[in-house]
């Protein structure tokens, strides 16, 4: 309990970090002018924070794992404390411990191994071979059935502990990346070529807006942002947007300011944040649907745009129905929904959520995890799934189906989570669904009917085409839902 306590502690210290890391990075930014960026000392310091995570992580991850039986040694120690306690009370102990210890010792092991596996048939031949050598065997087996009982406990409560440590592990050392991935863009800031600034200031005067100074970060994506130092020239205030169409002009492609910086350009000299505008834009819509006689749903999702443009979409299924479901899956949507923001990738933000529901216990309760991340740019989605149900792309006349057999979060320390990377194009669909959808199908056919169902719903709303998909999967049920039922559809469009 005490371990358990402190691997709590653990995570919360590294989320406060993660934040604090986070507000360090926005306002060094903010001070970038008065700072020297290469080989610049907090750099090493942070890379120096970094490793410490690292070694406490392999700390962590070179304490025993976890194990199934007892060990030889373990056995041992069993006997001798029946030897000690039970047999010390006997008056045939000197017949059994000294004149046959080693046959005593053998039908002992072997009786506690039996019981070990609960293995009956077992059980009843290492029985047998105590008749007629303890005259007190009733007791005997049941006070070493006793024994046995007390030490599975404890294994149990051991590998508990041992699978907290490695959550633990687990956190450190995603922590670590996040503080190396940190560092390097906290100082490869740097100011852009004289003639660069000259041309950009050029063309802001022209708008009345006054340019201070301006640095660039390249992405290893070749993806560039920038921030620029800025203030309106007679107290005016100007949107941000005039700002970043000036930019655009001098860069050559379009560049957006951030969405969630400040939206006008104001007479105080402020440093404001512009990036590479995407390809692409997605719409989404859900349909949903509860359990017959249920009145509170257990499917959830999330669907948001993060700065760096990556469409992120979740759809998660708590276990069975109603409040204690919706629960579960929330908790799950709104933990991953927390980690991506912070800058997690998806497949780091669902393991630590993974961990966490380890560290938690969730007492045989899990959710499914559904991710699909598109990156606008690019037009590339990667799947990642955790128990879910199959995903569908439709594109014109044809349907693909993106399935998964792993287990959902929250079962095992070491999730296997299913990942595949598709292209996506003008005016494709992705269309998420719950496992109450493809149960309401045919068994033997139900991907295959599914894939008919979307053939069948012709709609280029995403809101529109997942209350007709709904709809039909419906009928094959007598319009009565078994389990939740959710259809959560996104379209992707050229920009």
């Known amino acids: 309990m005490h371990e358990w306590i402190i691997a709590m502690l653990v995570i919360s210290a590294l989320l406060i970090i993660r934040d604090m890391a986070k507000t360090i990075f926005h306002e060094l930014k903010k001070s970038a002018a008065t700072i020297v960026y290469d080989q610049h000392p907090q750099k090493e310091q942070m890379e120096r924070y970094a490793s410490s995570f690292e070694k406490l992580a392999d700390s962590f991850y070179g304490m025993p794992y976890r194990k199934d039986y007892l060990s030889n040694e373990e056995m041992d120690e069993l006997i001798s404390e029946m030897q000690r306690g039970f047999c010390e009370k006997c008056h045939m102990k000197y017949v059994c411990w000294k004149q046959q210890y080693f046959q005593t010792h053998k039908k002992m092991y072997n009786l506690f191994r039996a019981m070990e596996l609960n293995d009956e048939e077992r059980i009843r031949k290492s029985r047998a071979e105590l008749v007629g050598v303890c005259i007190n065997l009733g007791k005997f087996v049941q006070e070493s059935q006793t024994v046995m009982l007390r030490e599975r406990q404890n294994l149990i409560w051991t590998n508990k502990l041992i699978e907290n440590r490695m959550a633990?592990?687990?956190q450190l050392g995603e922590m670590a990346q996040i503080i190396k991935l940190m560092s390097s863009d906290m100082y490869e800031l740097e100011e852009v070529t004289p003639d660069f600034k000259e041309l950009i200031q050029?063309?802001?005067?022209?708008?009345r807006i006054f340019l201070k100074s301006i640095w660039m970060i390249e992405q290893p994506d070749k993806k560039r942002e920038?921030?620029?130092?800025?203030?309106t020239r007679g107290g005016q205030y100007i949107p941000v947007g005039e700002a970043a169409s000036q930019l655009s002009k001098v860069c050559g492609c379009p560049m957006i300011e951030?969405?969630?910086g400040k939206t006008l350009i104001g007479k105080e000299f402020v440093t404001y944040r512009f990036l590479e505008d995407v390809n692409f834009k997605m719409l989404y819509g859900v349909a949903k649907i509860t359990k017959d006689k249920e009145t509170i749903s257990g499917d959830n999702y999330?669907?948001?745009?993060?700065?760096?443009?990556?469409?992120f979409m979740c759809l998660s299924d708590g276990m069975g129905s109603g409040l204690e479901a919706c629960r579960e899956s929330e908790n799950v949507v709104e933990l991953l929904e927390q980690f991506i923001d912070a800058g997690f990738t998806g497949e780091t933000a669902a393991k630590m959520v993974n961990s966490a529901l380890i560290l938690q216990g969730s007492n045989g309760k899990f959710s499914?995890?559904?991710?699909?991340?598109?990156?606008l740019y690019s037009g590339i989605c990667r799947f990642l799934k955790a128990g879910a149900a199959t995903t569908f792309i439709?594109?014109?006349e044809w349907v693909e189906a993106i399935s998964s057999t792993s287990l959902a979060i929250g079962l095992v320390q070491q999730i296997d989570f299913e990942s595949t990377t598709k292209k996506l194009y003008d005016g494709d669909f992705l269309i998420m669904v719950t496992d109450g959808v493809l149960d309401a199908l045919p068994i033997e056919r139900a991907e295959e009917t599914m894939k008919e169902i979307i053939l069948q719903t012709h709609s280029s709303v995403p809101k529109e085409l997942g209350r007709g998909i709904l709809e039909r999967v419906l009928g094959y049920s007598e319009y009565r839902a078994m389990d939740d039922m959710t259809v959560l559809v996104a379209g992707i469009w050229k920009k």
Do not use: P
Not at 302 to 311: A, D, I, N, R, Y
Not at 368 to 375: G, P, Q, S
């Open 168 to 170: 633990v592990a687990e």
């Open 202 to 207: 050029k063309y802001l005067k022209k708008k």
């Open 226 to 231: 920038y921030f620029m130092q800025m203030r």
């Open 258 to 260: 951030n969405k969630q």
């Open 302 to 311: 999330v669907c948001s745009l993060e700065e760096k443009g990556q469409f």
């Open 368 to 375: 499914t995890v559904d991710i699909c991340a598109v990156d």
């Open 394 to 396: 439709k594109r014109n």
